[in-house]
């Protein structure tokens, strides 16, 4: 699997600021991830749920080259998983296989929720709302790691509703969400279904596939 694809769906991880609403302990999510055409790539439309619950994280990406894969994370954990469902293979890797490196939060930077809130400390507030996903949202902007980011932030949830990012003017990705269901998420989705065999997979292993 392509390293770019999966971290710049983590760009959902992008912090909050000021104290609305507390965000959902449980909730899913579903929208589409762009990354934009670059020197060596075309661009390209992933549509992406996530699935979150008190730390624990599902999320399932439909990549148009690549079929489904699907991403397992818990808060605190040094480890990430990566279901491969069509050989119904786990694929296990230290997190910071993926994110972290520049323009890309971590994969712990997602999981903390309240992380969103402090990390945005300092972003310069946009004037106006906008609605975005049916949610009316603030908008914010903020330089982290050489990355220029916009976040939209709903007011009522307290979740990043669409998130931009560009580096030197360049626009790199875009997120964006189209709804949002709170609400407590079966247990099951979180774990690795019965069945898949798992194997350790490194950051180089990663890049090839």
Same mark, same amino acid.
């Given at each position: 699997m392509?390293r770019?694809s999966?971290p710049?769906i983590l760009?959902?991880a992008?912090?909050v600021a000021?104290?609305?609403a507390?965000?959902p302990s449980?909730?899913?999510?579903?929208?589409t991830?762009?990354?934009?055409?670059g020197a060596?790539a075309?661009?390209q439309?992933?549509?992406v749920?996530?699935?979150?619950?008190?730390?624990?994280?599902?999320?399932?990406l439909?990549?148009?080259?690549?079929?489904?894969?699907?991403?397992?994370?818990?808060r605190?954990?040094?480890?990430?998983?990566?279901l491969?469902?069509?050989?119904k293979?786990?694929?296990?890797?230290?997190?910071?296989a993926?994110?972290?490196?520049?323009?890309?939060?971590?994969?712990?930077?997602?999981l903390?929720?309240?992380?969103?809130? /402090?990390?945005? &400390? %300092? *972003?310069? !507030?946009?004037? $106006? /709302?906008?609605? &975005? %996903? *049916?949610q !009316?949202?603030t $908008?914010?902007?903020k330089?982290i790691?050489g990355?220029?980011?916009?976040v939209?932030?709903?007011?009522?949830?307290?979740?990043?509703?669409?998130?931009?990012?560009?580096?030197a003017g360049k626009?790199?990705?875009?997120?964006a969400i189209s709804r949002?269901t709170?609400?407590?998420q079966?247990?099951g989705l979180f774990g690795v279904?019965a069945?898949?065999?798992?194997?350790?997979?490194?950051?180089g292993?990663?890049n090839?596939r």
């Open positions: 392509k770019a999966l710049l760009a959902f992008l912090p000021p104290a609305f507390a965000p449980a909730f899913k999510a579903e929208g991830a762009v990354s934009f055409a060596n075309p661009e439309r992933t549509p749920t996530l699935y979150y619950q008190d730390g624990k994280m599902r999320l399932e439909v990549q148009p080259s690549m079929g489904e894969s699907i991403l397992l994370a818990k605190g954990s040094t480890q990430i998983t990566l491969d469902t069509a050989q293979m786990a694929f296990v890797m230290t997190a910071d993926i994110g972290g490196q520049a323009g890309v939060p971590s994969v712990e930077q997602f903390d929720m309240a992380a969103w809130k /402090t990390q945005l &400390k %300092g *972003a310069r !507030r946009l004037s $106006g /709302t906008e609605v &975005k %996903g *049916a !009316r949202c $908008g914010y902007q330089t790691g990355t220029d980011y916009t939209w932030l709903s007011d009522a949830l307290e979740l990043p509703m669409q998130i931009e990012g560009s580096v626009p790199r990705f875009r997120i949002v709170k609400g407590q079966p247990a279904p069945g898949y065999q798992k194997a350790e997979l490194d950051a292993m990663l090839q």
